[in-house]
């Protein structure tokens, strides 16, 4: 979902021409993209060690 919402608000940025929402758009947007990446780098991390599991999401990592 919050790729879907990254790219439309990215999207959104370039035809917008106020530059204080087109600013916030972008934003927005890449805020959203950027976080769905830093989820699978926090599950590498777990994964790794460098972190604690979440004991309710132990069947997401790997043994």
């Known amino acids: 979902m919050a790729s ?4 439309i608000s990215c999207g959104f940025a370039v035809f917008i021409p106020n530059y204080i929402v ?3 758009l972008g934003i927005l ?5 950027w976080s769905i990446g830093e989820l699978f780098h926090q599950k590498k991390r777990v994964e790794k060690g ?3 599991m979440n004991p ?3 069947e997401e990592y790997k043994s």
């Open 50 to 52: 460098w972190f604690p």
């Open 56 to 58: 309710k999401r132990k």
């Open 22 to 24: 087109r600013l916030g």
């Open 29 to 33: 947007g890449f805020s959203l993209l």
């Open 4 to 7: 879907i919402l990254g790219l």
